[in-house]
């Protein structure tokens, strides 16, 4: 049986966060600049600790809200509607899925020093594996982790390191074991910022205008000189040469992530745009009542119920503990996309107001360009999952399990 009813529970929670984005962060949006960021956000924070809003997936036991997928899904399809809701909630990228990172594979000191004050939102965390050298083929990174007594000494270059400028703390990958298989040669280094060995050169100038707010929020991309850094052993995480396969498992939940904010964002876009053409009139009609007009809006509406069903989709397999890699990666090119073409057509129906800065439309625009990039290129996983359609088919003669089908084992 197909059951579309969302768990009671699931439902009060979403509808509770709902409330809070609605009715403070979006209302806070209005006021909040770079000099009053921390105020802001510290009373934002408070308010949604007080209500029991916090750290939505993370384990009770560690002060989060233990969601389970579904209703975890649920509530960050409404904190992507604001740019204050995740870190209202401490759920913002990349500090989220490194927690989980942190929480799977830290030593129980590793999580006291590190994951207990991230988990507080007294630290922020960034994570280093993208270099000049490489990005989509994480394999090619070139930065070495050399032993030396009770020590690793990196050395090498990172870039596009998101949020270092705003982060305490830092997780760097480098190459630990160059003669082993390619996937076993990375190892994952916890350090401590600021540090003389890891020297931010620059906060790259990217298409989305640099602004103080933006630089305060976290939006930074920073390029890096790993210059004679110093780790401790004890800084090691999840055991070395195991790097790569932690990075890949954090890279996961924050695609899908990055994916439901995508939905709250093109939702809060189509508002505006609904809101927009009701009450605007050209050539004595409202663009409402226009046919054309009427299409676009069926257009994104079609998006974003896919962008919805698969992400409900996805949540269903995560809870019942399924192979959802094929989901994932045609999802993650999916809501890319998606996002990109209803914020467009919002931002189309406002004219030039939405070319100005007078809505988040022209913002999100510039923004959500890097989407089709982040977390792996649209084709790179476009390519994975071709390679799975081709595998499906020629096990079991039919590509549906490729296509979230019935499965066939
Ligand atoms: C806003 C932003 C934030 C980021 N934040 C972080 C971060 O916090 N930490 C971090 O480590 N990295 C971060 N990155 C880096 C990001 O992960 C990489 O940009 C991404 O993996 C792509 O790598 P690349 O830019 O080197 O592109 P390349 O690997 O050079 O690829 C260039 C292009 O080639 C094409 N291509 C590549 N491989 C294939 C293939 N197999 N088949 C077909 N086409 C292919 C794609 O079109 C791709 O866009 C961020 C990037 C951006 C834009």
């Not at 003669?179 to 990217?206: C, D, M």
């Not at 009609?285 to 046919?291: V, Y």
């Not at 800065?357 to 913002?363: C, H, I, K, M, S």
């Amino acid at each position: 049986m197909i059951d579309f009813e969302i768990p009671e529970e699931a439902r009060a929670i979403r509808n509770k966060v709902r409330d809070f984005v609605q009715n403070e962060c979006i209302p806070a949006e209005e006021t909040c600049t770079a000099d009053n960021f921390e105020t802001t956000l510290a009373s934002l924070r408070q308010k949604a600790r007080g209500q029991g809003l916090w750290c939505p997936f993370i384990p009770e036991e560690h002060g989060g809200m233990g969601l389970r997928p579904l209703a975890n899904a649920l509530v960050q399809m409404e904190l992507g509607e604001s740019f204050l809701g995740a870190l209202s909630l401490n759920t913002q990228g990349p500090d989220d899925a490194t927690m989980l990172t942190l929480l799977e594979h830290g030593t129980d000191d590793q999580k006291e020093r590190f994951l207990k004050p991230l988990l507080e939102g007294h630290k922020r965390i960034c994570y280093s594996m993208t270099e000049k050298a490489a990005g989509a083929d994480a394999t090619g990174m070139q930065t070495t982790a050399v032993l030396d007594g009770d020590n690793y000494v990196l050395n090498g270059e990172k870039w596009f390191s998101s949020s270092a400028s705003v982060a305490d703390i830092a997780v760097v990958m480098a190459k630990t074991d160059p003669e082993a298989p390619r996937h076993q040669q990375y190892s994952t280094f916890i350090v401590e910022l600021p540090n003389p060995g890891y020297k931010i050169l620059r906060n790259i100038e990217t298409m989305q205008p640099h602004t103080e707010l933006g630089l305060k929020l976290g939006g930074s991309h920073s390029e890096i000189a790993i210059d004679n850094l110093v780790v401790p052993q004890d800084n090691l995480l999840g055991g070395r040469g195991n790097g790569f396969n932690m990075g890949q498992h954090r890279l996961a939940y924050g695609r899908l992530r990055h994916g439901m904010h995508n939905v709250a964002m093109a939702q809060r876009a189509l508002d505006l745009a609904a809101g927009h053409v009701v009450d605007r009139v050209t050539f004595g009609e409202r663009l409402a009542d226009r046919q054309g007009v009427r299409w676009m809006l069926a257009d994104c509406a079609a998006e974003i119920y896919k962008a919805r069903l698969m992400l409900l989709h996805i949540a269903y397999k995560a809870e019942e503990g399924m192979d959802l890699r094929q989901e994932n990666g045609i999802a993650k090119v999916f809501l890319a996309n998606m996002v990109h073409q209803v914020v467009d057509t919002a931002l189309q129906l406002h004219g030039a107001l939405g070319y100005s800065t007078d809505t988040p439309l022209a913002r999100w625009y510039t923004g959500i360009r890097s989407q089709r990039l982040v977390d792996g290129p649209d084709e790179v996983h476009r390519w994975r999952t071709g390679a799975n359609v081709i595998r499906a088919y020629e096990k079991y003669g039919t590509t549906a399990s490729a296509c979230g089908g019935e499965l066939f084992d």
